[in-house]
């Protein structure tokens, strides 16, 4: 099978935002109790993070982390976790039926995103609260002045503001399992109440609207739609979600980050519809603060009320990774619009890396094209051309057979291209024109590549992972491989 990429220096879609290699940790199973923290593990710092955890989460380079939820988030009072732990209330997370003891709040939270390099997307409850809260927790978390939140933030030790600038007004607010969840209407009003006292409090803050919770919603449209008409002018982004099965036909499956891209695009266009309608001139960006795939063994619902029960575990196997792959690249082809992505979730729960309560860690099918893309993906993503042969199945129609990106970097002088051959029958040739950037070499070639789609990562055997491939020869994809193609100009 043949197939030709061109690149042109003068035809570019958009800078890529650091923030599309975003994750998430939400108090959801054992994202943060037996995570991220763990007091009593043989790593743990002085604050009880795991050291092991926050050197494979550094390796993955996250520039932001969205946090507390989520679900959880629409029963959550940020106040829960501030301050003396051992004042600190224990309480039911009605979300998912476990105990939150608040060991871990803001206050340590925070802390932890200094320690991980990266920074914070705060989320403020607008499921049990509203206007009120969500203002004294940006009081607290970002003022300095002598005011009461303020002054609580210092009594509790941090002399200094947190800085957070980036903060989402709730979470899947129409979500039909959602706490308190809103209509429109009460959503809209709400959204513009909270982003008003809000940035009186801190203008310099940027605001995440709520979208449907997926696209699939009853009132998907109209939610956009409505709650934009309220808010269009004192908010930044839309939040889309987004979350996939990996139990089709496997065609199917390697077809659904075409179904994220027309998602995307069809947001934008009612984002835009509203900009018209509206007579603004300002442009709404999109924040895809949740994406994943849900793996293999996936169980949704805790067999008891506890604390970080065994919750949203799954496996992944290397088509997942093929598919995380592709859907990253779709992140990257729309980063005119989206300027934040966030990976769902980070440890644990629907996650790259994988702990065992007391010992080691491991890491799954998906963090390899993660981090590769989050690494090397850093730059001006490029409108390309692309010629090679296409498949439909029932479901889909038209689906080429390569799948990329491609991310230029001028300040490293080079052109990364990340590629997945579809095809589970054939290699595939590439033929790379690179125009106007003068004369170029292929320096690296990393491929990730098992003849098994359903091969997984386990803590004692790590069967998916990269390999570097010699440069030098013929550029070959070979079938349902992900691919990274580094040149030097």
């Known amino acids: 099978m043949k197939s030709k990429i061109i690149i042109n220096k003068n035809f570019t879609v958009g800078k890529i935002d650091d ?13 943060v109790y037996n995570g ?29 982390v969205r946090y507390p939820g989520g679900n959880y988030l629409s029963a959550y009072n ?9 004042q600190r209330p224990t309480k039911l997370d009605l979300a998912w039926r476990s105990i939150e003891t608040n060991e871990v709040g803001i206050d340590e939270f925070q802390e932890w995103a200094k320690r991980a390099g990266t920074s914070v997307m705060m989320a ?35 002399e200094k503001p947190f800085g957070i600038k980036t903060w989402c007004l709730g979470n899947e607010m129409g979500g039909l399992g959602q706490i308190c969840r809103k209509t429109p209407d009460e959503y809209g009003r709400l959204a513009v109440d909270c982003a008003k006292v809000m940035k009186l409090v801190d203008p310099s803050i940027e605001l995440i609207l709520c979208g449907s919770s997926h696209r699939g919603m009853p009132r998907f449209g109209e939610w956009e739609l409505t709650v934009l008409n309220y ?30 891209d027309d998602y995307i695009k069809s947001v934008l266009a009612m984002c835009d519809s509203i900009k018209a309608y509206k007579k ?19 169980v949704a619902e805790p067999k008891a009320v506890e604390k970080a029960p065994h919750l949203f575990e799954c496996e992944y196997t290397f088509a997942d990774a093929l598919v995380i792959g592709m859907m990253m ?46 690494k090397n ?7 390309t051309a692309i010629y090679c042969d296409t498949y439909s199945t029932s479901k889909h129609s038209d689906i080429p057979y390569l799948a990329s990106s491609v991310i230029h970097n001028d300040q490293k002088r080079e052109i990364v291209i990340f590629a997945v051959n579809r095809s589970l029958d054939e290699d595939m040739e590439l033929d790379a024109t690179i125009e106007d950037f003068g004369e170029y070499r292929l320096v690296e070639h990393i491929r990730i590549y098992s003849d098994d789609l359903n091969a997984t990562n386990s803590i004692n055997d790590e069967k998916i992972h990269p390999e570097a491939v010699d440069p030098n020869r013929a550029t070959v994809l070979k079938k349902h491989s992900w691919n990274m193609l580094r040149y030097k100009y």
């Not at 923030?19 to 994202?31: D, K, N, P, Q, T």
């Not at 994988?354 to 590769?372: A, C, D, H, S, V």
């Not at 993906?377 to 409108?383: L, V």
């Open 280 to 298: 603004s001139g300002k442009r709404i960006m999109l924040s895809f603060d949740e994406w994943n795939i849900f793996g293999k063994g996936l």
């Open 329 to 374: 690249m779709t992140l990257q082809n729309n980063c005119d619009r989206v300027k934040i992505a966030c990976l769902a979730q980070l440890v644990n729960a629907i996650a790259p890396i994988m702990t065992e309560n007391g010992g080691g860690l491991w890491r799954q099918t998906i963090f390899y094209p993660f981090k590769l893309m989050s």
């Open 377 to 383: 993906g850093r730059g001006e993503a490029m409108k």
């Open 78 to 86: 940020w106040e829960d976790g501030i301050g003396d732990k051992a």
């Open 124 to 158: 403020v409850n607008m499921g049990t609260r509203g206007a009120d809260e969500a203002r004294e927790c940006v009081e607290y978390c970002n003022s300095d002045t002598p005011t009461y939140w303020a002054d609580k933030r210092r009594k509790n030790g941090f």
């Open 36 to 64: 991220i923290y763990d007091p009593e593990h043989e790593t743990a710092d002085d604050m009880g993070f795991r050291q092991d955890v926050l050197e494979a989460v550094k390796e993955l380079d996250i520039p932001i």
């Open 19 to 31: 923030r599309l290699y975003g994750s998430f940790v939400e108090h959801i199973g054992r994202v």
């Open 231 to 260: 808010a269009y002018e004192l908010v930044d982004y839309l939040s889309i979600h987004q979350y996939y099965g990996s139990d089709d036909n496997i065609a199917d499956f390697f077809a659904k980050p075409c179904d994220m």
